[in-house]
């Protein structure tokens, strides 16, 4: 995990792990009792969504400060929901990074505060980490994957500041195989979406109203990239602002013209970026020979997505439901099981990582 101060310990004190896992990477405050990485004890999200709608995007200081008036009710709930008390706990996990920085100083200091107050142990998780062991937790959903996982396994992470191909091998054990050269598949939606007019966030909007909408109206070209599995999609965002702009100037306020093929131009953009992360991510599980392909992240959420994939791979697809494809506490105390048995402990100096890496 780069250069993380984590200390190595050997031999934690029992594989049974109850772990209370924090998450203020950006804007949901999220607090979960994990037992043992796979059950969900309680998992509770208070969402800013639509305060940043507003804005048409997260606004960074807000987001913070939501975090700040959120995070205590929200951990007190996840305890409570849980049914467990302080002294039931192991550890205390928490997203250190990438994020934004003023939303992830909330959730470090105050899991640092409360690790050293009940005298717990301290993990750090990378958010991608946590996207990526959504997939080991057992709860109810039709795309779930099984019980058993063998590796290797190829993780598509998905979401509004990520788009990366990862091997994994083994448990904690991670390869990037390609990212995004630019924008990140998310945020394209989002991009989009606001150019569109049709709000914030942009993925569920446009998948939403794309079903309307025919998906070879527009035809974009697919990007011309170095890397076998590295990803664009600043030049498919360009390619929608021009068909818009083919209809009429874009007015101060950011109006578009009445006569733009918004249902067409949602399906076609849509279309063009599922086929490039499908394109991609088949060719590398097909190379390195993984097992299954899991999705994660919020654009996982997408319906068409995860069927194209389903239907084009030669290995099972994965997703998490929903509420795990978003952000979310339990897939921290998810991953920090796995952090845990392999006796990972933050120091306490342990600070946010903005810019933090799944590998280096
Ligand atoms: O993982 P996530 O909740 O937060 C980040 O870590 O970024 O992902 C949020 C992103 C947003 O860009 C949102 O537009 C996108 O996931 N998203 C979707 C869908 N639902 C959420 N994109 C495409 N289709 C969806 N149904
Ligand atoms: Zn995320």
């Known amino acids: 995990m780069g250069a993380v101060p984590q200390s190595k310990i050997e031999n934690p004190k029992s594989k049974m792990t109850r772990i209370l896992a924090i998450e203020t990477s950006c804007d949901e405050t999220a607090a979960a009792v994990i037992k043992d990485g796979r059950q969900v004890l309680s998992n509770v999200v208070a969402t800013q969504i639509e305060i940043h709608a507003k804005y048409g995007g997260v606004f960074p200081e807000v987001a913070s400060r939501m975090h700040v008036e959120t995070i205590v009710p929200v951990v007190s709930e996840?305890?409570?929901?849980?049914?467990?008390?302080?002294?039931?706990l192991d550890a205390i996990a928490v997203t250190y990074?990438?994020?934004?920085?003023?939303?992830?100083?909330?959730?470090?200091?105050?899991?640092?505060?409360?690790?050293?107050?009940?005298?717990?142990?301290?993990?750090g998780i990378n958010h991608l980490e946590g996207h990526v062991?959504?997939?080991?937790?057992?709860?109810?959903g039709d795309g779930m994957a099984p019980d058993e996982l063998k590796f290797p396994l190829l993780f598509l992470i998905v979401s509004g500041g990520h788009t990366e191909l990862i091997l994994m091998r083994d448990h904690l054990?991670?390869?990037?195989?390609?990212?995004?050269?630019d924008d990140a598949s998310g945020e394209a939606f989002d991009k989009v979406a606001r150019l569109?007019?049709?709000?914030?966030?942009?993925?569920?909007?446009?998948?939403?109203?794309?079903?309307?909408?025919?998906?070879?109206?527009?035809?974009?070209?697919?990007?011309?990239?170095?890397?076998?599995f590295a990803?664009?999609?600043?030049?498919?965002?360009?390619?929608?602002?021009?068909?818009?702009?083919?209809?009429?100037?874009?007015?101060p306020g950011g109006s578009i013209a009445a006569k733009v093929p918004i249902k067409d131009l949602a399906a076609s953009f849509q279309h063009g970026v599922i086929d490039q992360l499908v394109g991609k991510t088949i060719a590398a599980a097909d190379k390195f020979g993984a097992t299954a392909i899991l999705l994660s992240g919020g654009v996982s959420a997408n319906k068409l997505l995860r069927y194209v994939m389903k239907s084009k791979a030669h290995v099972p697809v994965y997703w998490p439901p929903l509420w795990l494809c978003t952000d979310n506490a339990a897939m921290i105390g998810a991953a920090a099981h796995f952090r845990y048995l392999a006796g990972h402990r933050a120091d306490w100096n342990l600070d946010i990582d903005p810019n933090l890496k799944l590998v280096d």
Not at 101 to 118: D, E, I
Not at 231 to 251: C, D, E, H, M
């Open 78 to 88: 996840a305890i409570e929901k849980a049914e467990v008390t302080w002294n039931d």
């Open 196 to 228: 569109l007019r049709l709000g914030y966030p942009g993925g569920p909007k446009i998948e939403k109203i794309a079903v309307e909408g025919n998906p070879h109206a527009f035809k974009f070209a697919r990007p011309k990239i170095d890397g076998e």
């Open 231 to 251: 990803f664009s999609f600043s030049g498919i965002k360009t390619a929608v602002l021009r068909a818009v702009q083919n209809y009429g100037p874009i007015g």
């Open 97 to 123: 990074g990438p994020g934004l920085p003023g939303s992830l100083l909330v959730g470090v200091n105050v899991a640092k505060g409360l690790a050293l107050g009940r005298g717990l142990p301290l993990i």
């Open 133 to 140: 062991y959504s997939h080991w937790l057992r709860v109810p």
């Open 173 to 181: 054990t991670y390869e990037k195989l390609g990212a995004t050269a």
